[in-house]
């Protein structure tokens, strides 16, 4: 029997293994693919700290109706999963609600303070701390009816004490050159961190958490059986056992919850870009066009471009056409862009309806731990969310209030 069997080696479960195994437990990573395989391997390598407004908010339902009308939008539902998707935007249009974001907001704040503080400690500890940039983040605004509608987001982020700076066109034009003028103002937050890439900084992890002493299996996980001295692991090879599980499968961490019993409305987010060859332009910080839902990230492997929204599910073939959507956006706000040579990637972000994460015990068996949901902050919110499961693991008191990200607050 092992001490702590982790689902899932993407950048939760192997930032939590690697944080169990600091504590002086004994740890086991089982995923269905290997490290790094899903949505830790192709995301924008942001630590998006004043990220810090939930996506269910009042302003996405007013931008919502305009963006599903273009299938190749920032916000995008393909009809085959409309009515299967049903159930979780009921949910999500309940927490627009003023009182429901202002709650978010103040939880998703406690957290993305506790991974800032986390983040550098755990990456000196991983030997990591040479892969993490400073550059800041720009977002860019085509109107000053745009510039405005952000600026109730700003004052939100000011009363949680982020900082930030709003930008005349010529003060981005020194940050950033080769900008299109179409944008007249932008605001540069410097406490927006990035990775020199996201699969490198995960792959580095499972190396580190191997060199430590620690197993990793390539296995499907079908179901847990929590019993009254341990947990069985059911999986499509052999069975195995341990005395605490960590449930950190991404987009499938549903799919192992309700073989407990819980009904958890995790949904997917299905994210979509293109990874430029390196010098296909000279991106001096992280770029966000909120106008048109995606980033312009400098990674080490190249320049990606991507983001958005799609609510598809697991199962529908990707439609690559949102990246080259994308791709021919980022053209036309970056002249001198080369355009060519690029790879194109489609992830599952794992959603709830909150935008909250679901960090907590299970309600079938203290023995099983949820640890799945960020969305498009799993990076951002690694280091906090191993703090808080490693906190759990070894019965001590998290430092934040986990009510809100109760897995049982559906």
């Known amino acids: 029997m092992a001490e702590v069997i982790v689902i899932g080696a993407g950048v939760i479960g192997l930032s939590t293994a690697l944080m169990a195994q600091a504590r002086g437990l004994s740890v086991t990573v089982v995923d269905r693919e290997g490290p790094a395989a899903g949505a830790s391997a192709g995301n924008a390598g942001a630590f998006a700290f004043t990220d810090i407004l939930p996506l269910a908010s009042p302003g996405i339902l007013r931008k919502a109706p305009k963006w599903l009308l273009d299938p190749l939008g920032p916000l995008s539902i393909p009809p085959a999963y409309a009515l299967q998707i049903a159930p979780w935007l ?23 303070d506790l991974s800032r503080a986390e983040l550098e400690p755990f990456l000196a500890a991983t030997g990591t701390l040479g892969m993490l940039r400073k550059d800041g983040n720009l977002q860019v605004y085509e109107s000053e009816a745009e510039f405005r509608a952000s600026l109730p987001g700003w004052q939100a982020r000011e009363a949680h004490g982020i900082e930030f700076r709003h930008m005349t066109a010529a003060d981005m034009a020194a940050l950033q050159p080769g900008l299109s003028p179409r944008f007249i103002k932008g605001t540069f937050t ?3 961190f990035s990775i020199a890439d996201p699969k490198d900084y995960v792959l580095a992890l499972a190396d580190r958490f191997r060199a430590q002493g620690g197993t990793i299996l390539t296995a499907e996980v079908t179901r847990l059986e929590p019993h009254e001295s341990g947990v069985y692991i059911r999986t499509n090879g052999k069975s195995l056992s341990a005395d605490k599980v960590v449930i950190a499968a991404g987009a499938f961490s549903h799919r192992i919850a309700a073989s407990l019993g819980e009904r958890i409305p995790l949904e997917t987010e299905r994210g979509y ?12 910080c992280q770029m966000t066009f909120g106008g048109h839902g995606f980033v312009i990230s400098r990674l080490s ?15 529908l073939p990707p439609n690559y ?3 080259e959507a994308m791709l021919r956006k980022a053209k036309a706000f970056l002249p001198d862009l080369k355009t060519g040579g690029g790879t194109q990637w489609m992830g599952f972000r794992p959603s709830l309806p909150d935008s909250l994460p679901a960090i907590g015990r299970s309600k079938a068996s203290p023995r099983v731990i949820h640890a799945f949901g960020h969305g498009h902050l799993g990076l951002t919110q690694s280091a906090g969310t191993a703090r808080l499961v490693a906190d759990l693991l070894t019965d001590q ?8 990200f109760s897995p049982q607050r559906f």
């Open 273 to 284: 870009n293109t990874t430029l060859p390196p010098g296909a332009f000279d991106l001096r």
């Open 90 to 112: 009921v949910r999500f249009w309940r927490a627009c609600s003023p009182r429901a974001v202002a709650a978010s907001t103040t939880a998703q704040t406690r957290l993305m």
């Open 321 to 323: 056409k949102r990246s």
């Open 397 to 404: 008191t998290p430092p934040v209030d986990l009510t809100p």
């Open 301 to 315: 492997s190249g320049i990606r471009v991507g983001g958005a929204v799609e609510l598809g599910g697991l199962s």
């Open 190 to 192: 410097p406490g927006w």
